[in-house]
């Protein structure tokens, strides 16, 4: 078991050196006409755009300052194998919901998830448009700025339930998950699909939807919100109930405590 301890100044430096990353998400405008602001990634519709590259570089030189000696696992950088085994290792998406901010739709996310040697102990997920900092620490409960978060406890047929679509690989997906998608449409309230999966995981935690699950993810699109959920009594396994394995892609459902059991079963189905 982890005996890292995060202080109260540590923390709050952390949230100020994400809050200015989110200043300069903010300042973005016509992404899609800036010469050279976007670069293909590999699968279907997967971009990476000169913000993204420039959060991370900002949130990597702040967090080594705070945290000399610590690894980092990033969505834009190449990740040598083996940076979760030893020691405190950062997983980073600089900005989740890139094609919604390449959109200007403003739906986007700053997730950091810190792990101590595969053990969750910190994450935070910045909203920088509505200001909103999702956070949790180990064994101390999850926080949507200064106030306590609890997942709802909603019965199926009320549950509203999000979801993300693999959008990058969608052919390998698409077909058997659209019809998941649809015994869920059947079976709940309604569904929704927001385009960044960690605020998808910080909204269950908070109580705002019930259950969110994806095909597959990836370390940095869940580190974050894997503990912030938790922390707020929710549960997350992969789509066949068992435990993520940290640092790897992996299908996800997260739920209230009340749904992720029958969420399994109406998914697998
Ligand atoms: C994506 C978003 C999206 C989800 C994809 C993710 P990105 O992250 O979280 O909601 O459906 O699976 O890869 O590429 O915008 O950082
Ligand atoms: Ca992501």
């Excluded at 900005?95 to 390449?102: A, K, P, S, V, Y």
């Amino acid at each position: 078991m982890s005996d890292f301890i995060l202080t109260t100044a540590l923390k709050n430096a952390v949230f100020a050196l994400i809050r200015d990353c989110g200043a300069l998400i903010r300042s973005a405008h016509d992404i899609e006409r800036a010469r050279g602001a976007i670069t293909d990634k590999a699968g279907a519709a997967n971009y990476v755009t000169v913000y993204d590259v420039k959060v991370q570089e900002k949130l990597i030189a702040g967090l080594t300052e705070l945290f000399p000696g610590a690894q980092f696992l990033a969505e834009e950088k190449e990740n040598a194998p083996g940076l979760l085994e030893n020691g405190l290792c950062f997983i980073i998406d600089p900005i989740d919901g890139t094609t919604n901010f390449i959109h200007e739709m403003h739906c986007s996310a700053i997730s950091v998830g810190l792990y101590d040697r595969k053990e969750p102990v910190f994450g935070a997920v910045y909203d920088p448009y509505l200001d909103e900092m999702f956070w949790a620490v180990r064994g101390e409960g999850a926080f949507l700025n200064d106030r306590p978060l609890g997942v709802a406890d909603r019965p199926l047929e009320k549950a509203l339930v999000s979801f993300g679509s693999s959008p990058y690989n969608r052919r390998e997906f698409g077909d058997g998950f659209f019809k998941q998608l649809y015994r869920v449409f059947l079976a709940t309230a309604d569904i929704r699909r927001g385009g960044s999966a960690a605020l998808d995981l910080c909204f269950v935690a908070a109580g705002r939807t019930d259950a969110f699950f994806e095909q597959v993810l990836s370390p940095w699109d869940y580190a974050a919100g894997y503990l912030i959920l938790r922390e707020a009594g929710g549960v997350i396994t992969d789509l066949r109930g068992q435990p993520l394995k940290i640092g790897e892609k992996s299908s996800v459902l997260a739920a209230n405590a009340v749904l992720h059991k029958e969420m399994l079963s109406l998914l697998g189905d």
